[in-house]
């Protein structure tokens, strides 16, 4: 799959096409008192329109019929600290999980381990090196339990890193959604984190249904794009299913007029990936797709989703969703409105541009 899609006659973008001044007081670092207490901001890109709301009022937005797919991915307990046999401190941010014992992370230490070296994480956890892969290791978990049981019990949440405080009891809850059920990610599905189960059940009472894909969300999505040209930046690569029953469900959906809505950036990812041929297939798979204004959007109508970094990947799947001057008015109005940023900000809730 081409790093990036876009339309033969669209100008060349750049990376400051999608910069913008954010003020720092406006990245949240804390979750709402509840979940459903975020501010929603509602673009109707093809109308022009923005309209300030809450998101306990997103059943108003609804109708029977509609779909809403949700990425029901769980983070895992991801980070970890340990030495090396030198005596070294190393830090470990597990990237994927590959089976029972082994795992691709990232490594931070004064000095690269080298494959066949002993690690000692969280003064218990033995573990080898077995090679190192671009930025990536792959590491051996010794013993016989298994790596998604032991890091539960000694690795700590990985938040994101513009989020500054200590993971605790709160995080541990609220950066997770309700709905999380395939452990695997290292990030959470963040637009996710708004619905509560009362949420769901007064959807559901309403005739809206729900489906499900799972993407395991990665650190890449954290990293910044280093290259003025976006078309030469290189996505990371993600694992995704998309169950057969999502895939019906998204047919009779459209077949009988509701409209299909992605919850977050991740489930669009997972099902614009899962249509790449053109047609909406049921399985499992491995995504770098990056998507670029002038991309074609094949499988929803609508986006629930944060607010994302400047210059970010996810700013520009959404320019792409809504159009390049839409997001740039929503966003100048999000800041002037004091809208709260990242992962445990406030929602938007977009239209696609036709």
Do not use: W
Not at 58 to 65: E, Q, T
Not at 169 to 182: F, I, K, L, P, S
């Amino acid at each position: 799959m081409p790093a990036s899609i876009k339309g033969s006659d669209a100008p060349p973008l750049t990376l400051a096409d999608f910069d913008f001044a954010l003020p720092d007081e406006l990245i949240a670092q804390f979750p709402a008192e509840q979940r459903r207490h975020s501010r929603l901001l509602y673009l109707d890109a093809p109308a022009n329109k923005l309209r300030d709301d809450f998101f306990r009022h997103l059943p108003v937005f609804l109708k029977a019929g509609d779909l809403l797919v949700f990425n029901n991915t769980r983070v895992i307990k991801a980070r970890l600290h340990g030495t090396k046999a030198s005596g070294g401190k190393i830090e470990v941010l597990v990237e994927r999980v590959l089976d029972a014992h082994h795992v691709l992370a990232h490594i931070r230490a004064s000095h690269s381990p080298q494959p066949g070296s002993a690690l000692l994480l969280e003064n218990c956890l033995a573990v080898t090196v077995i090679e190192k892969n671009g930025a990536l290791y792959r590491l051996r978990f010794e013993g016989d339990e298994s790596v998604l049981d032991l890091l539960e019990r000694h690795g700590s949440l990985p938040l994101p890193p513009y989020i500054t405080h200590t993971p605790d009891a709160v995080d541990e809850t609220r950066y997770q959604t309700v709905y999380a059920r395939e452990p695997g990610a290292v990030a959470a599905p963040t637009a996710g984190l708004h619905f509560d189960e009362a949420m769901l059940a007064e959807l559901e009472a309403m005739g809206v249904r729900t489906a499900y894909v799972t993407l395991h969300v990665g650190a890449g999505t954290f990293q910044p794009v280093r290259v003025d040209n976006i078309a030469e930046h290189q996505m990371h690569s993600e694992c995704y299913q998309v169950p057969q029953a999502t895939v019906d469900a998204i047919a009779r959906a459209k077949a009988e007029g509701g409209r299909v809505m992605a919850v977050g950036t991740t489930s669009l990812r997972a099902l614009e990936s899962a249509a790449a041929d053109g047609e909406l297939k049921a399985g499992y798979g491995e995504t770098s797709i990056f998507i670029t204004p002038g991309y074609r959007f094949r499988v929803v109508e609508r986006l629930l989703t944060n607010f994302h970094l400047p210059k970010s990947t996810l700013l520009m799947l959404v320019s792409a969703f809504a159009g390049m001057d839409n997001i740039r008015r929503a966003y100048q109005h999000a800041v002037e409105q004091r809208y709260r940023f990242f992962s445990y900000g406030d929602a938007m809730l977009i239209e696609r541009q036709s």
